[in-house]
């Protein structure tokens, strides 16, 4: 069962899953009082099955289509749609969560990863992010810091408006956002050149 939602259908399992399944009440039979130790038997499982037969394999496979069928009936007569309300709960014109100090930075050296590491994976640009971060120094990622303590001040002060009537909402909340950060971006470094000019 999914977490948000116990009535959503069990997801459906593939033939080695199944596999699986069977080794371990298997286990459990032979040996019930010893716990799992699931290292050593998840690599048990897998040299196991490279040597399981194609009969075996082909029931197995049987048992995996039988469960998709399974599967794809529940969730046609599961009720709510993907991106629904309900199935969320959640406020669909709520906002957006302000982006983390993180997030900041990678929306900035995602794509000079990208250029410098052609063909590159999306988990190894990840990879290469967060060893970037981590090889930061504090003063080098301060800049990332500022910009979401700006980006949480203006969300107060949007959210202030609001509540007090005052919030022009014809570019709509998002739009405001991000072209105050723009404008503040701006006006940092405009000052940052006076002072390197002084």
């Given at each position: 069962?999914?977490?948000?939602?116990?009535k959503?259908?069990?997801?459906?399992?593939?033939?080695?899953?199944?596999?699986?399944?069977?080794?371990?009440?298997?286990?459990?039979?032979?040996?019930?009082?010893?716990?799992?130790n699931?290292?050593?038997?998840?690599?048990?499982?897998?040299?196991?099955?490279?040597?399981?037969?194609?009969?075996?394999?082909?029931?197995?496979?049987?048992?995996?289509?039988?469960?998709?069928?399974?599967?794809?009936?529940?969730?046609?007569?599961?009720?709510?749609?993907?991106?629904?309300?309900?199935?969320?709960?959640?406020?669909?014109n709520?906002?957006?969560?302000?982006?983390?100090?993180?997030?900041?930075?990678?929306?900035?050296?995602?794509?000079?990863?990208?250029?410098?590491?052609?063909?590159?994976?999306?988990?190894?640009?990840?990879?290469?992010?967060?060893?970037?971060?981590?090889?930061?120094?504090d003063?080098?990622?301060?800049?990332?810091?500022?910009?979401?303590?700006?980006?949480?001040?203006?969300?107060?002060?949007?959210?202030?408006?609001?509540?007090?009537?005052?919030?022009?909402?014809?570019?709509?909340?998002?739009?405001?956002?991000?072209?105050?950060?723009?404008?503040?971006?701006?006006?940092?470094?405009?000052?940052?050149?006076?002072?390197?000019?002084?």
């Amino acid at each position: 069962m999914a977490k948000g939602d116990p009535k959503k259908p069990k997801g459906k399992m593939s033939a080695y899953a199944f596999f699986v399944q069977t080794c371990r009440e298997e286990h459990k039979k032979k040996n019930p009082e010893v716990p799992v130790n699931f290292a050593e038997f998840s690599k048990k499982r897998s040299e196991r099955w490279k040597t399981v037969s194609g009969k075996e394999k082909w029931k197995l496979d049987e048992m995996a289509k039988a469960d998709k069928v399974r599967y794809d009936r529940e969730m046609k007569d599961y009720g709510p749609a993907k991106g629904g309300e309900e199935e969320k709960g959640k406020d669909p014109n709520a906002p957006k969560r302000r982006p983390s100090v993180f997030f900041l930075f990678c929306s900035e050296f995602r794509l000079k990863i990208k250029s410098t590491n052609p063909g590159i994976s999306i988990g190894d640009v990840a990879k290469k992010l967060g060893d970037v971060w981590n090889n930061l120094s504090d003063s080098e990622k301060q800049p990332y810091i500022t910009k979401a303590a700006k980006l949480k001040k203006y969300e107060k002060d949007v959210a202030d408006s609001k509540s007090k009537g005052k919030f022009d909402g014809a570019m709509g909340p998002a739009k405001v956002f991000r072209k105050k950060v723009e404008e503040e971006d701006e006006e940092d470094e405009e000052e940052e050149e006076k002072e390197e000019d002084e």
